[in-house]
């Protein structure tokens, strides 16, 4: 295949610091990360508005990174 295996998208969000929040989650399970439009936040007021980051990981890896995102999700949720 030309470029690399290929990725699948599977979280978006507006916070650079959520992004990267996350993808250090999915490192320490053992999930690499890519993140699409990550320089973005530099072109703020250049644009119609903010454009997602995109968190992307193989497709091998795709069931795996949602059960990691989505638990670290419910955790962030339940109340304290």
């Known amino acids: ?15 650079l610091m959520e992004a990267e929040m996350l993808r ?3 490192r320490q399970n053992g999930i690499e ?9 530099q072109l703020v007021g250049m644009g119609p508005g903010p454009v997602p980051l995109i968190i992307t ?3 091998h890896d795709e069931p795996g990174a ?13 109340p304290k």
């Open 24 to 26: 250090v989650f999915l």
């Open 1 to 15: 295949m030309i470029g690399g295996p290929a990725m699948k998208r599977i979280y978006s969000t507006d916070s």
């Open 33 to 41: 990360s890519m993140l699409e439009n990550e320089f973005s936040s």
């Open 66 to 78: 949602i059960h990691v995102i989505r638990k670290h999700l419910a955790k962030k949720e339940k």
């Open 57 to 59: 990981v193989s497709d």
